[in-house]
């Protein structure tokens, strides 16, 4: 079935806008997509990476830098009790937070061989706590300075390989996106020049239809023209304005080629009849000057009998 040039047209219009809205759509899908893998790297990434620096800085601040203040005496015995207090329910409620979260492999395997880290922080924190409630400060002095450094150490070595874990799984992420990123783009640019080639392709396959009818069309025309052959037609292939215009030029042409052949058989007709009449006209002129020289010959017969009377 034959496309007519208004329905290619629309096709020359609808197709690029069709595929210029799928392209508009995959766009808005993958700009969703890459904010829901960036909601996912600060969630479970960053959040966690968070969570840990808050339990390292708890452990240094509140447990480690409250003994050294207790120690000299810039506390308060029962300020020194009631914050060590605070610092456990606190590092508490942290560790609860974070082990509760989406745990990587590799960050359970790490806790899992370190539970002797978790042991000897809280180990450490109740001796603490115990010297700060006997307020024994010679005690407390032997304690902060042999043990609780080595006591706190396991501890903040394990957060300080959760933290690198988390850093390397958020760069692989982050690699990820990047990748997937690289990918849409790459389809993005392929949807692109897709919708170049195909409006390319609509547009050379409208033009060329259209200027081969319109070639055929001034080819028979001018051949009309020249050598005023009405016998000549177009011939347009049907299905399309150009083969509605052909038809009913070819149409128009025949009408004319009739009425021209009228034209010429009554300019014949009246020719003969002309002619006829030129014959007619001549033999009655003809005719007409016999007459007239018979009627010369009477009036002489009847001059002469009428001088004839008269000499008698």
Same mark, same amino acid.
């Given at each position: 079935?034959k496309?007519k040039?208004?329905?290619?047209?629309i096709?020359?219009?609808?197709?690029?806008i069709?595929?210029?809205?799928?392209?508009?759509?995959?766009?808005?899908?993958?700009?969703?997509? $890459?904010?829901?893998?960036?909601?996912?790297?600060?969630?479970?990434?960053?959040?966690?990476?968070?969570?840990?620096?808050? !339990?390292?800085? $708890?452990?240094?601040?509140?447990?480690?830098?409250?003994?050294?203040k207790?120690?000299?005496?810039?506390? %308060?015995?029962?300020?020194?009790?009631?914050?060590?207090?605070?610092?456990q329910?606190? %590092?508490?409620?942290?560790?609860?937070?974070?082990l509760?979260?989406?745990?990587?492999?590799?960050?359970? !395997?790490?806790?899992?061989?370190?539970?002797?880290?978790?042991e000897? *922080?809280?180990?450490t924190?109740?001796?603490?706590?115990?010297?700060?409630?006997?307020?024994s400060?010679? *005690?407390?002095? =032997?304690?902060?300075?042999?043990e609780?450094y080595?006591?706190?150490?396991? !501890?903040?070595?394990?957060?300080?390989?959760?933290?690198?874990?988390?850093?390397?799984? *958020?760069?692989?992420?982050?690699?990820?996106?990047q990748?997937?990123?690289?990918?849409?783009?790459?389809?993005?640019?392929i949807?692109?020049?897709?919708?170049?080639?195909?409006?390319?392709? %609509?547009g050379?396959? $409208?033009?060329?239809?259209?200027?081969?009818?319109?070639?055929?069309?001034?080819?028979? /025309?001018?051949? !009309?023209e020249?050598?005023?052959?009405?016998?000549?037609?177009?011939?347009?292939?049907?299905? =399309?304005?150009?083969?509605?215009?052909?038809?009913?030029?070819?149409?128009?042409?025949?009408?004319?080629?009739? /009425?021209i052949?009228?034209?010429?058989?009554?300019?014949?007709?009246?020719?003969?009849?002309?002619?006829?009449l030129?014959?007619?006209?001549?033999?009655?002129? *003809?005719?007409? $000057?016999?007459?007239?020289?018979?009627?010369?010959?009477?009036?002489?017969?009847?001059?002469?009998?009428?001088e004839?009377?008269?000499?008698?």
């Amino acid at each position: 079935m034959k496309l007519k040039v208004k329905h290619k047209l629309i096709l020359l219009t609808c197709i690029p806008i069709f595929i210029t809205i799928f392209f508009i759509t995959i766009m808005f899908h993958s700009s969703n997509v $890459l904010i829901k893998n960036t909601e996912d790297v600060i969630s479970k990434r960053l959040l966690p990476i968070i969570q840990l620096n808050e !339990i390292v800085t $708890l452990y240094s601040t509140n447990i480690v830098d409250l003994a050294h203040k207790t120690r000299a005496q810039m506390l %308060l015995w029962s300020e020194a009790d009631e914050q060590i207090k605070s610092a456990q329910k606190t %590092l508490q409620i942290s560790w609860q937070q974070y082990l509760s979260s989406e745990l990587s492999e590799q960050e359970k !395997i790490l806790i899992e061989g370190n539970q002797g880290a978790f042991e000897s *922080a809280q180990n450490t924190i109740l001796k603490l706590q115990g010297f700060i409630e006997a307020q024994s400060s010679y *005690a407390m002095s =032997d304690f902060v300075d042999l043990e609780l450094y080595s006591g706190i150490e396991p !501890i903040t070595t394990l957060l300080k390989a959760l933290i690198k874990q988390q850093k390397i799984i *958020a760069d692989e992420t982050l690699q990820e996106a990047q990748q997937y990123s690289a990918t849409i783009k790459q389809w993005l640019g392929i949807i692109a020049i897709s919708v170049a080639l195909v409006a390319l392709m %609509l547009g050379w396959w $409208l033009v060329w239809g259209v200027n081969r009818r319109l070639d055929k069309m001034l080819n028979i /025309i001018t051949q !009309i023209e020249s050598s005023n052959n009405l016998s000549l037609q177009l011939d347009m292939p049907q299905g =399309d304005e150009f083969g509605d215009i052909g038809r009913r030029f070819d149409r128009m042409i025949r009408s004319f080629a009739v /009425i021209i052949e009228s034209i010429q058989e009554n300019s014949a007709h009246l020719a003969t009849e002309s002619q006829q009449l030129v014959a007619i006209n001549r033999s009655n002129e *003809a005719q007409l $000057l016999a007459q007239q020289v018979e009627l010369q010959s009477t009036i002489s017969s009847v001059d002469s009998l009428n001088e004839a009377s008269l000499l008698h």
